[in-house]
């Protein structure tokens, strides 16, 4: 059956240092990925988008990775900041007949510590 | 660009009873999308609109659901006959097109007495 893995334990890191949060599929073949950010009490909020042919992404202090091999995107956020702490959502495009339909991992909090 | 709005933000209501939750996407947005979230899950498709036609609803829109989309502009979501499962945040989003990132409202936090 088909699978998105996020990790769900929280991950803690210190201020300044990079976070790197991981997306693990089984069964899909993506057309594209997409990373989201949620803060509590609201909706989530588009970050990056990575298409199957491209193998890296950049914003300002955010990076992913897409390796349709590994069947894996990284998500990093380098010098990290207390402002980054959300839940990270990523999302995939099951490829679904041309039309759009995104089916959600269940997200990592991100905590980052002063 | 006003973002997505949705309304009520919270509705608290008695098992049993019927619920409508509206969504206004960005204005120049053909899609919109339904999903539901429970804590500590991600967001759960339900249905999506291109303008007013529905295109596909999710195995987990149960007969008691059911959304529109008149005039392809808003949409509503009614529960019908609410049941405790049905407590979630209900979330709308909308697209210019299909491929593109989704922007989110805050969603309906629907609580079941």
């Known amino acids: 059956s088909q699978k998105i893995e996020q990790n769900s334990e929280a991950l803690n890191i210190q201020e300044g240092k990079t976070a790197t949060l991981t997306c693990n599929y089984t069964?899909?073949?993506?057309?594209?990925l997409q990373w989201y950010r949620q803060d509590p009490g609201r909706g989530p909020v588009f970050l990056l988008l990575?298409?199957?042919?491209?193998k890296e992404k950049r914003k300002e202090r955010l990076k992913v990775t897409f390796d349709t091999t590994l069947k894996q995107s990284l998500f990093h956020i380098t010098a990290s900041q207390p402002a980054d702490s959300a839940t990270y959502l990523c999302?995939?495009?099951?490829?679904?007949?041309?039309?759009?339909?995104?089916?959600f991992g269940t997200g990592t909090k991100l905590q980052v510590i002063p | 660009d006003t973002g997505v709005s949705q309304n009520p933000r919270h509705k608290i209501t008695k098992r049993g009873q019927n619920v409508t939750f509206r969504c206004d996407p960005i204005?120049?947005?053909?899609?919109l999308y339904w999903y539901r979230q429970t804590l500590g899950q991600g967001p759960e498709f339900l249905t999506y609109?291109?303008?007013?036609?529905?295109?596909?609803k999710s195995r987990l829109l149960s007969d008691r659901f059911s959304a529109e989309r008149p005039k392809g502009s808003f949409s509503t979501l009614e529960i019908q006959r609410t049941e405790q499962g049905d407590s979630a945040m209900y979330l709308c989003?909308?697209?210019?097109?299909?491929?593109?990132?989704?922007?989110f409202g805050d969603g309906t936090r629907l609580s079941i007495l």
């Open positions: 990575i298409r199957e042919n491209e």
């Open positions: 609109f291109q303008n007013e036609a529905q295109l596909e």
């Open positions: 069964n899909y073949s993506p057309a594209y």
């Open positions: 999302a995939l495009d099951p490829h679904s007949g041309g039309y759009q339909k995104v089916t």
């Open positions: 989003a909308s697209s210019l097109s299909g491929f593109e990132p989704q922007h």
């Open positions: 204005s120049e947005h053909n899609r």
